[in-house]
């Protein structure tokens, strides 16, 4: 069987790489991993079930045994993200569970335990992998990579639009801080800290548009022979 191509996706939180990669594997028919909602799945299901954010045991078998997978609605880059059969879309996105995530996410044996997962979702037409280390960790050997950054004073101006259209109140401050924050933090971790692959593609995102940056990208892939 032909190696499966593998794009990956990476960079920083608001810089837009999640609804990038969620209209290209539309365009392009591939699947999807959205390597980021796995760690706030697994913290969805520790909360669910009760378990103890310090029980690595727990934690590490409930990232194995995730049922998860990625939907996108025709024409649009808004993504349904299933834990089993159920949507559970917006439940990983409270602050509760993204408090969670964080602290899951720096736990070796989870990050191990969703490694293999993770790969798995590489299957035929095609991946796209949006994450903080799809192309330094687990798509090492990925067919293109892309880094998609902002500044922060941009994405915490997205992120304030994100929370509005949803109703609800948000400081700029308070968000810009909080950005510069966890950047620092994931910069920094000793596991998979966030940073570009040496061969991968930078793309700045702040001045452009999501249209323009999916121009961008399919420029590269047609030059790749992937389009």
Known sequence: MNEVPVITIDGP???????????LAQQLGWHLLDSGALYRLTA???????ADLDDIAALSALAKDLDVSFRTCDGSSQRQIFLG??????????EEVSLSASKVAAITEVRDSLFARQ????QMPGLVADGRDM????FPHA???FYITASAEARAQRRLKQLQAQGIDANIQRIFEDIVA??????ERAISPLLPATDAIIIDTTPLSIEEVIVEIKMHLKHK???
């Open 182 to 187: 966890r950047d620092k933090r994931d910069s």
């Open 135 to 138: 192309g330094t960790v687990v």
């Open 13 to 23: 939180s608001g810089s837009g790489k999640g609804t990038v990669s969620s209209l």
């Open 119 to 122: 790969q798995a979702f590489a």
């Open 85 to 94: 059969e159920e949507d559970v879309s917006l439940q990983i996105r409270t």
């Open 225 to 227: 022979g992937l389009l």
């Open 143 to 145: 067919t293109m990579k």
């Open 44 to 50: 969805l299901a520790a909360l669910k079930a009760q």
